[in-house]
């Protein structure tokens, strides 16, 4: 298949680019792993379930509205199902889709849109692999998906704004929310005010929620330990002191079946690292329209830095007139986005805000024990990671991987790394990886056979 434009990532960022580059005229075709577009952000239930009133469980749901009315009035293609594991440079997008994910999709195109998201952030604490403890989003994406509330009595911990609406959230569907355990100290909101001033009336929604539901809000304190034989049946929380610091004599336990947790979010890079794009930190770099140091390859939304869907839009949006005009040999006007320019720049100035108000207590790491697993696909206790440090000199996060074999399963270190970097003190490092995900080895031997082929013909 060929096409303009390939938009890996149907959430918001990607929507707005493939909308706005398909108003000029651009071929467009958007791939999603998701069985339908929206993203984290906007996923919808399955038909079958025939819900009656999707936008309760929804903000912004007019948005959304729009964006789906245009897409179906537009010509992008949409290929959902497909899991994208490569890009090659020139530019051909390799997927996986069918049954078992065993099929392989390519897509040839002149420009490439990375709209990949960002995944959760969970640290670990002991207990945190019992049945009933689940992430934040986990728990977002069952009752939006699913309509389902993993629990009947729930506690929701960690830190971030996405805490927020997972607690109304569960509450509104039915759960008893026993507790939101937020470890952010309410001075930093104080100190950083000017940058927070636009979120202020979106935080008063919830604070209504929050006591419309009767959900206890516990302001610096953080989840020390779930407990539990076979399955979640509790869980102890804490002060933290100014510090950070677990205060002593300040536990409590709170009875619960489910614990709905999470410390943040980080950008998806996969794809962006493997084509070579710069990263500034963490995040992809990008110049204000939005494109990487590889040329042809944009990127928008949350692999540019967490800031939500409204900042998502923009950049997309940006991105698609950028592409829409570079494509056709033409200077982009950058008076043609203007508005979205100042979203954007508002925006991340909240973003950093964000950033420096919700973070870890800088103890997390003193209340995990050495049989606490830090890696699940490995099952690398912190006791591992800690003689790997202690014992066998381990600097850095390779060197610790490379001697306890931590993330080296499934997830390849996607989800355990934050983890396993803070156990051992070392620097929390990006890996280029050959793959955003894994892929069958019939698949590969395929790809394999055809390259050959075309190299003979």
Request: include cysteine; hydrophobic fraction near 45%; proline fraction near 6%.
């Amino acid at each position: 298949m060929r096409t303009d434009l390939a938009v890996i990532g149907a959430g918001p960022a990607g929507l707005a680019a493939a909308l706005a580059a398909a108003a000029y005229g651009l071929r467009v075709t958007i791939l999603d792993a998701a069985p339908a577009p929206g993203g984290q952000f906007y996923r919808q239930p399955a038909a079958g379930l025939r819900a009656g009133r999707p936008q309760a469980l929804h903000h912004q749901w007019r948005t959304w509205e729009r964006l789906r009315d245009a897409l179906a009035a537009c010509d992008a293609e949409i290929l959902t199902d497909h899991h994208v594991w490569a890009v090659e440079c020139g530019f051909t997008v390799h997927a996986l889709h069918g049954p078992g994910r065993q099929e392989s999709a390519a897509v040839r195109a002149e420009a490439v849109l990375l709209a990949t998201g960002g995944y959760e952030k969970v640290l670990p604490f002991p207990g945190w692999t019992l049945p009933g403890v689940v992430t934040a989003g986990g728990a977002q994406a069952m009752l939006k998906s699913a309509l389902v509330v993993p629990g009947r009595r729930a506690v929701v911990a960690g830190t971030g704004p996405l805490l927020l609406p997972v607690a109304t959230g569960l509450a509104a569907a039915g759960a008893e929310v026993a507790a939101l355990v937020e470890s952010a100290d309410p001075k930093a909101f104080v100190r950083h005010i000017r940058a927070l001033a636009a979120k202020a009336p979106e935080g008063a929604g919830y604070a209504a929620r929050l006591l419309r539901h009767r959900i206890r809000f516990l302001a610096r304190h953080t989840v020390v330990r779930a407990h539990g034989e076979h399955t979640l049946t509790g869980v102890t929380v804490a002060a933290l002191d100014s510090g950070g610091r677990v205060r002593p004599g300040s536990e409590r336990h709170i009875p619960c079946d489910t614990l709905a947790v999470g410390h943040g979010m980080l950008p998806h890079t996969d794809l962006a690292e493997s084509l070579g794009c710069r990263l500034d930190g963490h995040t992809v770099r990008v110049d204000g329209e939005q494109r990487t140091d590889v040329p042809g390859v944009w990127a928008a939304g949350e692999a540019t830095g967490i800031g939500g869907a409204t900042l998502a839009l923009a950049e997309g949006h940006i991105a698609g007139r950028s592409i829409a005009a570079r494509l056709r040999s033409r200077e982009p006007d950058p008076r043609e986005w203007t508005a979205a320019a100042t979203v954007r720049g508002r925006l991340r100035t909240v973003a950093r805000g964000m950033d420096a108000v919700y973070s870890p207590p800088p103890s997390w790491t003193e209340q995990i024990t050495d049989d606490t697993v830090v890696c699940r696909c490995e099952e690398v206790t912190a006791a591992s990671v800690r003689r790997a440090v202690g014992e066998l000199g381990a600097g850095d996060l390779r060197t610790v991987k490379l001697l306890t074999r931590a993330g080296m399963g499934w997830c390849q270190g996607r989800m355990c790394a934050p983890a396993v970097a803070g156990v051992a003190g070392c620097e929390l490092t990006s890996s280029t990886r050959p793959f955003a995900r894994p892929v069958p080895l019939g698949v590969l031997a395929r790809q394999h056979e055809d390259t050959t082929e075309e190299g003979a013909s």
